[in-house]
Each structure stands twice: as structure tokens, then as C-alpha cells.
């Protein structure tokens, strides 16, 4: 094929579902039996509405839904039949496995390690170095109990989650999150980590 005209005409979206292989997903939900207990959205179909999501800076399900409602007639290019409901997505974000994903994700990780690798850090003579960090994304109390200092006003007393994160430092990819509320010191991260022999960690 004529490499000028291997992708004319297809949305971004869908070369990227390209470098995502078929049997990766069928062998991701064969582990996890990913579709056995929720078949009305597939395990394809869930994962291409959520990276539609992602790429498209969507804040909610309603706006992810309705985006590619309007765009419907051309859904055919991410192999979609129609756009799924709201509510059928929701369902599926809460009983679908967030391991699938993960399995996804760390397997496509190390199909392309080599092709992702930052050419800024060549040459560099340490091997196997991995940034560890965390960010705090506040929610309201009624959802997770405050956290930090208690305030003077009440009402201003803010909940909310930790997301802490290992990064590869040579590909900018992340290799390992872990979710807690906020209010976790970030030194218990420490213990969840499996890192290759002879790695180097670095943190503030």
C-alpha cells in the first residue's frame, strides 16, 4: 500500500485504534471474561468510547455520549455500529473490571517500549530510571472525608484522592498508578511497587 495514502480520510482516533491489536483485546477479555456478565456494550466497544473520551477532552459522560452521537455517521471508521447510551456506558464503567484495562495498557506498554523511548535521555548512563510523584484532585466531602487541615470556615472543608504514579523516565510512559484518599502519606506508595532489579527511584 502506497504509504501517502495509507490513512486518507481516517479520523486520528482510528489510526491510533490501528496500533491497537484485536487479539490483545480478545486475550485481555478471555482473562478477565470481560463480556461474560455485561454483553450489551462489548469490551472493544466500552474501550474505543472511553479513549473517544480522553481525546476528545470530554469532562462527563453526558458530553462523551453526545459528542459521538453527532458524529455518528462516522463512527463505521472505529468499527461502531452507533453511538452507545449513557446509561449503558455508565453500567459498564461500574461492572466491567478496571483491570482489563490495565492489562491492555501494560501489554501495548511493552509492545512499543522501544519505539516511545525520549531521545533527550540518550546516552545517559543510568539505566532503568523511574520518577515517582503524586497529585491530589480535591472532591467534595460528602464524597471522601476532608482532608489537610481543618479549616476555620466549615464549609469550605474540601475530600478528595491521591493519585500516585511511577513513570519510566526514558519513555515519559506510566508504568504503575495507585489511587488512595488524600490524605495517605505518600512514602505507603513506596510499598506497592515492583520495580525491575537495579532500578533507580527518584521522588521529592
Not at 41 to 55: C, D, K, M, N
Not at 186 to 198: A, E, G, I, M, S
Request: proline letters at 3%; hydrophobic letters at 40%.
Amino acid at each position: 500500500m502506497d504509504k501517502d495514502k495509507a490513512f486518507v480520510g481516517q479520523p486520528v482516533l482510528s489510526q491510533l485504534l490501528d496500533v491497537i491489536p484485536s487479539s490483545l483485546i480478545r486475550k485481555a477479555n478471555r482473562k478477565y471474561k470481560a463480556n461474560r456478565y455485561y454483553k450489551r456494550l462489548p469490551l472493544r466497544v466500552h474501550l474505543v468510547s472511553l479513549l473517544y473520551g480522553v481525546f476528545s477532552y470530554c469532562n462527563g459522560l453526558r458530553e462523551l455520549c453526545e459528542g459521538m452521537l453527532a458524529c455518528e455517521g462516522k463512527l463505521s471508521h472505529l468499527g461502531l455500529d452507533k453511538a452507545p447510551a449513557r446509561s449503558t456506558l455508565s453500567d459498564a464503567n461500574s461492572k466491567r473490571s478496571f483491570l482489563v484495562f490495565e492489562t491492555i495498557y501494560e501489554e501495548l506498554v511493552k509492545q512499543y517500549h522501544s519505539f516511545i523511548s525520549d531521545s533527550r535521555l540518550k546516552g545517559l548512563s543510568i539505566r532503568n530510571l523511574r520518577i515517582i510523584d503524586s497529585s491530589t484532585i480535591q472532591l467534595f466531602s460528602e464524597i471522601l472525608r476532608g482532608v489537610g487541615r481543618k479549616p476555620l470556615d466549615e464549609s469550605r472543608r474540601k475530600g478528595g484522592i491521591k493519585v500516585h504514579a511511577m513513570m519510566n523516565a526514558f519513555s515519559g510512559v506510566v508504568e504503575f498508578v495507585r489511587i488512595t484518599e488524600a490524605r495517605e502519606n505518600d512514602r505507603k506508595f513506596l510499598y506497592h511497587l515492583k520495580p525491575v532489579q537495579n532500578s533507580w527511584l527518584v521522588f521529592d
